[in-house]
């Protein structure tokens, strides 16, 4: 039976008379996928509940963040239990200060963390400081990579703006826009190039260390390695966005992945367990430039709130005391391994990327290395399965440049389910 869509149909009508494409995030419009989005009544677990009552296995996973799954219950006893608390204290409580050094244990190469909102705080704080710490302007990144929206990261960037076709935002002076250069990733010839034009300018490199803005793209072996050398040699800082990546693949980072240590980290989604949260990280001597001991200043009102906290300490402490990596890698592997079969039977060129629990489909004759070779995918086809597969209970990311994520609450039958559904959805 087709599934209905009546009262998400009235609702964003309504949604889109006092919201900006009746969404507060633009990937969350669906716009290229060929349907008004869905609106959402409760989630549980691995599954998603519309208004019009129809239940979804959930692979968007808000974009990252509920690697335990939707309204995990030592979550929700967290967040429950610190509310009746306070929500907001405007000075520093004892969750924060166990959180963070949780953090800077998981990590070698933080000393010191900041907390702050959202990804988008961390990564521009953490531009602030790079520029501060080098007292240089430029910042190099690259095509396809997100950062979040802050101004210096809004040229030629995955996620949102790849998926709304706009290559760069309006309302960003030039005199920003100048002092962002992008270069290819996997290619570090093209960052080579850049060191030799401006050798004493560069005040960073921001890099997803295994990017997840253009579909999961994972570097080429010693890219990583070459990107740490060559800022090492003209003296620019390395940031690791590890917005996605944080606790995603181990209880850690990329960097612990690959033994790099980047000189700032940032990190969000997964450490605030569902709620919202961002921060940025490095050594003492470049964290000691942020105000109050230093003269970079960031501020933020709710920054390091006891709610956001709690869900992260609750997520941070499953993580580290459950098996859920090798739980989430195992269905993972499962689910893309008969996908990869089930697309080769019918006949159906693709690139299957995977790593952990995260993985893309592509829609392509070519192997997929560059960002080049994203672009050149077959959206037209994704937009059909999304939409088939919507119909059968299967709520996969609306836009072939997010990564479907699975969660320690996918179940065998949930996996199972999606490939039968999968199978018939040609
Ligand atoms: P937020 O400001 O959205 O919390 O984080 C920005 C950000 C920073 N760095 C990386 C690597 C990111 O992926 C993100 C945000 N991710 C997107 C989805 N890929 C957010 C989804 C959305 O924009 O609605």
Same mark, same amino acid.
């Not at 507060?24 to 996928?33: E, Q, Y």
């Not at 590890?242 to 990546?245: D, G, L, R």
């Not at 609306?398 to 440049?401: C, D, G, N, Q, R």
């Given at each position: 039976m087709q599934n209905k869509f009546e009262k998400s149909e009235q609702l964003f009508s309504k949604a889109c008379e006092f919201m900006p494409g009746g969404v507060?995030? +633009?990937?969350?419009?669906?716009?290229?996928?060929g349907m008004d989005p869905v609106i959402i009544d409760h989630a549980q677990k691995s599954y998603i509940y519309d208004v019009d009552g129809n239940k979804y296995i959930d692979y968007i996973s808000s974009y990252g963040p509920l690697i335990l799954g939707h309204a995990y219950p030592s979550v929700v006893k967290a967040i429950t239990e610190t509310v009746k608390n306070g929500t907001s204290f405007g000075a520093t409580s004892e969750k924060e200060i166990e959180f963070c050094s949780t953090i800077c244990e998981t990590f070698p190469s933080i000393d010191m963390i900041r907390l702050v909102n959202s990804g988008t705080e961390a990564t521009m704080s953490a531009l602030r400081l790079a520029r501060a710490y080098t007292e240089r302007d430029i910042v190099i990144k690259f095509e396809g990579c997100y950062h979040g929206h802050a101004d210096s990261f809004l040229m030629k960037a995955g996620s949102g703006l790849l998926t709304e076709e706009i290559p760069s935002s309006l309302g960003v002076p030039k005199a920003i826009a100048q002092n962002t250069i992008t270069c290819d990733f996997n290619n570090i010839d093209s960052v080579k190039a850049v060191f030799k034009k401006y050798p004493q300018s560069i005040a960073a490199v921001i890099v997803e260390p295994f990017p997840a803005n253009m579909g999961l793209m994972l570097p080429r072996t010693r890219f990583l390695k070459e990107l740490r050398k060559i800022t090492r040699e003209y003296k620019t800082l390395l940031i690791f966005d590890?917005?996605?990546?944080g606790y995603r693949y181990?209880?850690?980072g990329v960097q612990n992945i690959c033994n790099i240590e980047p000189d700032l980290t940032t990190l969000g989604k997964i450490i605030g367990g569902g709620l919202p949260i961002g921060a940025y990280g490095g050594k003492k001597e470049i964290m000691?430039?942020?105000?109050?001991?230093?003269?970079m200043y960031q501020a933020g009102t709710l920054s390091g709130n006891p709610l956001a906290v709690s869900a992260g300490i609750a997520t941070l402490n499953e993580l580290k005391n459950k098996n859920v990596y090798e739980n989430i890698e195992y269905k993972t592997k499962v689910l893309t391994k008969e996908l990869e079969n089930i697309l080769s039977k019918k006949g159906i060129p693709h690139d299957i990327h995977q790593y952990g629990s995260v993985f893309s489909i592509f829609f392509t004759d070519r192997l997929v290395t560059t960002f080049k070779d994203v672009i050149t995918t077959d959206k037209i086809r994704y937009g059909k399965i999304f939409r088939n597969l919507l119909q059968k209970g299967i709520m996969l990311p +609306?836009?072939?440049?997010e990564v479907c994520f699975v969660s320690f609450s996918h179940t065998e039958d949930d996996i199972h389910k999606t490939l039968k559904d999968y199978k018939s959805c040609f």
């Open positions: 507060n995030s +633009p990937v969350r419009a669906w716009t290229h996928i590890e917005v996605i990546s181990l209880y850690g000691s430039l942020v105000a109050p001991i230093g003269d +609306p836009s072939p440049y």
